[in-house]
């Protein structure tokens, strides 16, 4: 652990996206980064090569160390420069902070039951908030112990946070009641314990931020491998589903991947001060678009694919008491798998004149039908907004071939211009997690 910063960056309210999808389907890495020299905090992105596509967040992000993923591919990220939890897609678009703990956060977690915890670096508390942002109070109460760091859930939902400068993972059940001192130094030879993963076998992963060791303890906290010395002082540690591990070194630059045991297999991707690597959701833009009614202005299929200036566009006359909405637009898309747990579809919109209008988005299932139960209607202005729907029940929404679909209809909803008025699309995208 090296975190050493008191006075965080003075930023721009707004991010900027510093990214092009480069790809309309795929499954990306994050990495939490902290370029010391130049004094820019963000997230790096990768493809599943290592290969670095570019960089977001780095107008709200101040000193961003921990990243996770929600069951539905919304990226969370906890800043140690200004105490925030941050929300973006995978494909870097900002959709808002979803806490603010007001102290420096050292790790952040997704309890089973779905709530998110967020841990302070110095002391030892862990809060807890429900998947609305709502605050729970405390999970795990201050400790006294310092420099915590990455925090994980075992199989059986009980849970452990290392503190770094104690050599020690303290263990608690699954509502936050202390257990005990789940390994030490006397017990496993673990010393300055940084970062914390489970494998497949239910063995923990540990590396040691002051000895450069990488170990594996068994469900007991003793020691079940020591697979020797890595090359550089390593941070958070993720375990990859084919058993290897992703460990990146901050005063190098660099993310190696190790085997699981302990063989070094190289360089993975490089960024500034990297501190935490994960692998995102399943994602997709459009690939096509279907006009039902209304006429297009400006704009095509790929202005879906990010939030920028091109924006698809479709206008109507005023239409009073309209039984069916004046525009309705259905969109394609293709995920690269047909078998997912949830779905996700995101959609930012606006309106290009002022007026009352209301959007309606529907999930269309694979066999084509508007779903009668997954959509949802909001207010629509100048303003523009990100709205979503949300399943646990993908398979209704996944074609056999990934193809994804879904309807967006606009209508007026009290009094409105004479003139020509539009409605501008500037983004959708599917997100699918197994």
Known sequence: MHLTVSNPLIRLAWPVLALTLAAPARADYYTTYNDTTNLIGGISRCDDAGTVIGTFGENVLYYPISVAFDKFGVLYVGDYGN?????????????????????????????????LLVSRYVGGA????????????????????????????????????????????NQYDTDGNYLGVFSDTDKSGIYGPTGIAFDAFGQMVVTEYTTYGLKLLDGGGFLAADLGA??????????????????????????????????DLGEFTTAPGPYQTVKGAYYTVPDGYTRLRGKVDSGGVESLWSVDADVLRVC????????????????HGTLPVSEASTLSVWMTSRMASNGFFKQELIMIDENGVESPTMRRTDTVNTGGAIVSLQTDDAASFI?????????????????????LWCHEADQILWTAAP
Do not use: C
Request: hydrophobic share 40%; glycine share 10%; no cysteine.
């Open 83 to 115: 105490g925030k939890v941050q929300r973006f897609l995978p494909d870097g678009t900002w959709v808002g902070e979803f806490a603010d703990v007001g102290d420096q956060i050292s790790s952040i977690a997704f309890h089973p039951d779905g709530s």
């Open 126 to 169: 862990v809060w807890r908030f429900a998947a609305d942002g709502t605050p729970l109070g405390e999970f795990v109460a201050d400790t006294g112990f310092q420099r915590n760091g990455q925090m994980a859930f075992d199989a059986a939902g009980n849970f452990y946070i290392p503190s770094w400068t104690e050599s020690t993972i």
């Open 230 to 263: 890595t090359f550089g002082e390593p941070e958070y540690v993720t375990v990859e589903a084919d058993g290897t591990y992703l460990i990146p070194y901050f005063y190098l630059n660099t993310v190696h991947r190790f085997a699981a045991d302990g063989t």
């Open 316 to 331: 109507r006359f005023v239409v009073a008491n309209s039984v069916e909405p004046p525009v309705q637009v259905k969109v």
């Open 399 to 419: 074609g056999d071939d990934g193809s994804v679909s879904v309807r967006y209809n606009v209508r007026p909803s009290g009094p409105v211009s004479v003139q």
